[in-house]
């Protein structure tokens, strides 16, 4: 079975610091994972993904996302936090059973004050 | 090109009403997944149709319906609504069946059951 546990419900960081969300995988086969991005009143967006490419993985808006087997990690990084950066995060595994469906983490809440 | 749709935008019904959801996915896409996103939470996936079978089936109750057409847009039914089935509704998008395609979100239907 796939699974994510993102670890922190709630980070708050300053305009221009680094963010680091963070994000624990399970699954009994390669996985694909996701990183998507939910703004208020919008639909959601896909940041990243990993599809056992590169290890190390560049999405939009200046996130990326590294892929730790040893720790099944898929921590979310961005050099410095912009105030548009402010929404909620959800770290995704795919099933790869079958269907094409998608399991979400329970969502980190990113806040950036001015 | 026009992205997913999806309609209503919001929906009130009492309980033990029955609902019907549409979804229309992006131009050329085959396969339609539906989750539910209770406030608070990580969506959670209810169906997925391809080619107008089901493919899959989250953990939803008899309750819960879909189908799609040969247009590929797609229904979701509930039938005697209950509180708990309060909910942000989000239809997926996809260019085929299978577990490595991008998933297109629509922005959703708020429902609200009283």
């Known amino acids: 079975a796939q699974s994510v546990t993102q670890l922190d419900s709630h980070v708050s960081v300053s305009e221009g610091t680094p963010v680091l969300l963070r994000c624990n995988y399970s699954?009994?086969?390669?996985?694909?994972l996701f990183w998507y991005v939910q703004h208020p009143n919008k639909g959601l967006q896909l940041l990243l993904k990993?599809?056992?490419?590169?290890?190390l993985v560049k999405g939009i808006n200046g996130f990326e996302a590294e892929f730790k087997k040893s720790e099944t990690s898929f921590h979310l990084t961005k050099p410095s936090a912009h105030m548009s950066d402010a929404a909620e995060y959800f770290c995704?595994?795919?099933?790869?059973?079958?269907?094409?469906?998608?399991?979400f983490g329970t969502g980190t809440r990113l806040t950036v004050i001015p | 090109d026009a992205g997913v749709t999806q309609s209503p935008t919001h929906l009130i019904k009492t309980r033990g009403q029955q609902v019907t959801l549409r979804c229309s996915p992006i131009?050329?896409?085959?396969?339609v997944s539906w989750y539910q996103q209770v406030l608070g939470q990580g969506p959670q996936f209810i169906f997925q149709?391809?080619?107008?079978?089901?493919?899959g089936r989250g953990n939803f109750p008899d309750r819960f319906s879909a189908r799609q057409f040969p247009n590929y847009s797609s229904e979701l039914n509930v039938n005697a609504l209950l509180l708990g089935d309060s909910a942000l509704y989000l239809c997926?998008?996809?260019?085929?069946?299978?577990?490595?395609?991008?998933?297109?979100f629509g922005p959703g239907t708020r429902l609200t059951v009283t």
């Open positions: 997926a998008s996809t260019l085929s069946g299978g577990p490595f395609y991008e998933q297109y």
């Open positions: 699954s009994s086969y390669s996985p694909s």
């Open positions: 990993y599809t056992s490419a590169a290890t």
């Open positions: 995704v595994v795919a099933d790869q059973t079958g269907a094409n469906n998608l399991f």
């Open positions: 131009s050329g896409h085959k396969s």
């Open positions: 149709y391809y080619e107008k079978e089901e493919r």
